[in-house]
T-cell receptor, first 113, second 114 residues
Framework: GAVVSQHPSWVICKSGTSVKIECRSL??????MFWYRQFPKQSLMLMAT?????????EQGVEKDKFLINHASLTLSTLTVTSAHPEDSSFYIC?????????FGQGTRLTVV | AQKITQTQPGMFVQEKEAVTLDCTYD???????LFWYKQPSSGEMIFLIY??????QNATEGRYSLNFQKARKSANLVISASQLGDSAMYFC???????????FGTGTRLLVSP
């Protein structure tokens, strides 16, 4: 299957700082990537759909200015959590669709202290 | 809008036995896909099996099979000959035509005992 690489796998940052998470499709071109957030023992909630060369489409209730998404190329999408606060601590995971399947990155565990 | 319902928060099964994880869905799209993913404690999402809404036969992938009943809008996952390594969270998900997004259920935690 196709490979999606997400980096970093975990990060600890101070409150008020920004954190960038990268999602790369390694062996295929992904015109569309998805960003999810998962709280402990809960399901994955779609945050936004990232489209190469255009603005991301955010789900209702997701703050566009806090969660900046950039899909600069067909293999890279980035999620930047700006001015992070402890309530932003969560597991963030990206995915890319290829054909009829969706492939996921390894996820990033963000802890804001 | 699509919706996935997984009514079993947790399931227990003994090693080598079969187990069925329930999933019902609701969608207004005429064409859709149904997925099952496994999420171990490490957090990665592992693709298990896919069923297209127009597929005539139930999907199978090794020990995994999907019991697709379109009229009942159910897509249960059957794991045969359970192994200790099958202990994990299992998520059912659906997508619409054009794969615009995946919608996940709340998941079922499976525990396989020796």
């Amino acid at each position: 299957g196709a490979v999606v690489s997400q980096h970093p796998s975990w990060v600890i940052c101070k409150s008020g700082t920004s954190v960038k998470i990268e999602c790369r499709s390694l062996d295929f071109q992904a015109t569309t990537m998805f960003w999810y957030r998962q709280f402990p023992k809960q399901s994955l909630m779609l945050m936004a759909t990232s489209n190469e060369g255009s603005k991301a489409t955010y789900e209702q209730g997701v703050e566009k200015d806090k969660f900046l998404i950039n899909h600069a190329s067909l293999t890279l999408s980035t999620l930047t959590v700006t001015s992070a606060h402890p309530e932003d601590s969560s597991f963030y995971i990206c995915s890319a669709s290829w054909g009829q399947e969706a492939f996921f990155g390894q996820g990033t565990r963000l802890t804001v202290v | 809008a699509q919706k996935i319902t997984q009514t079993q928060p947790g399931m227990f099964v003994q090693e080598k036995e079969a187990v069925t994880l329930d999933c019902t869905y609701d969608t207004s799209d005429p064409s859709y896909g149904l997925f099952w993913y496994k999420q171990p404690s490490s957090g990665e999402m592992i693709f298990l099996i896919y069923q297209g809404s127009y597929d005539q036969q139930n999907a199978t992938e090794g020990r995994y099979s999907l019991n697709f009943q379109k009229a009942r809008k159910s897509a249960n996952l059957v794991i045969s000959a359970s192994q200790l390594g099958d202990s994990a969270m299992y998520f059912c998900a659906t997508t619409n035509t054009g794969f615009q997004k995946l919608v996940f259920g709340t998941g079922t935690r499976l525990l396989v005992s020796p």
